[in-house]
């Protein structure tokens, strides 16, 4: 993984700014958000590898922020940082989802360790999809294309329509959100953002699928866009 971006919420002025230090002298991209406010934000609109996330902050906690994430951005791996060393706590932050806890104060060796330990493991639990079989056919991500079962013929997938494909794939049996797709496979931040484009693509892949009725490629009502399982 390449100069992976890092955002830091913490609200102490001196932890925060040795954690940035720390990290961008070991060559990760950083940001920063020094309260609640301001971490739910950054958090929930803003592209990034790793969340590192104290829990106790003005206007929202740690614990609200890692239930937001829940909701809107299954899957982001988040560590918490916190001074607040109880079992509880820890417990709590992992099962709502955290991948890591540190207690205060740490080193930077730890720090750096723990960082390193989580960002391997969430790449290598990515999944690695390279086929997808939807029954009259195959749609190969690598090859950018489709093969059809019934007259062995193929159709050319374009980059986007196949890195949508994969991503969708690559989460069958969940409801991807339109603004969901946008960072993922879009990159662009969904904020004020109006785009017919997602819809495109979507009757693009129902065509190329040769999906009629839906059955494949669906549309869950008010939450998205969801491959069968």
């Known amino acids: 993984m390449n100069n992976p971006t890092i955002l830091v919420a913490e609200d102490d002025p001196a932890v925060r700014q040795g954690v940035v230090d720390a990290l961008s002298f070991s060559g990760y991209q950083v940001m920063a958000a020094q309260d609640g406010r301001q971490a739910m934000n950054y958090a929930l609109s803003t ?46 932050g992992l099962k709502m989802g955290a991948d890591d806890y540190i207690v ?33 056919g195959k749609a190969s991500f690598s090859r950018r294309e489709i093969l059809y079962a019934s007259d062995n013929t193929k159709e050319d997938l374009s980059d986007k329509e196949t890195d949508l494909l994969h991503y969708l794939v690559s989460n069958s049996g969940r409801a991807i959100a339109r603004d969901e797709i ?26 190329k699928l040769r999906d009629d009725n839906q059955s494949i490629l669906q549309t869950v009502r008010g939450k998205g866009y969801m491959i069968a399982s």
């Open 47 to 92: 592209q990034y590898n790793l969340l590192l996330l104290d829990l106790v902050m003005p206007h929202h906690s740690g614990f609200e922020v890692l239930e937001a994430l829940k909701r809107n951005r299954p899957g982001q791996p988040v560590i918490i940082l916190s001074a607040r060393g109880e079992e509880a706590d820890r417990v709590k």
């Open 104 to 136: 205060k104060p740490f080193s930077v060796r730890e720090l750096l360790a723990r960082v390193d330990a989580v960002l391997r493991r969430t790449t290598e639990r990515a999944p690695q999809v390279e086929e997808f079989d939807f029954g009259s």
């Open 182 to 207: 946008l960072r993922q496979v879009w990159n662009l931040d969904p904020k004020g953002i109006s785009t017919r484009t997602i819809d495109m693509h979507i009757a693009h892949l129902r065509s």
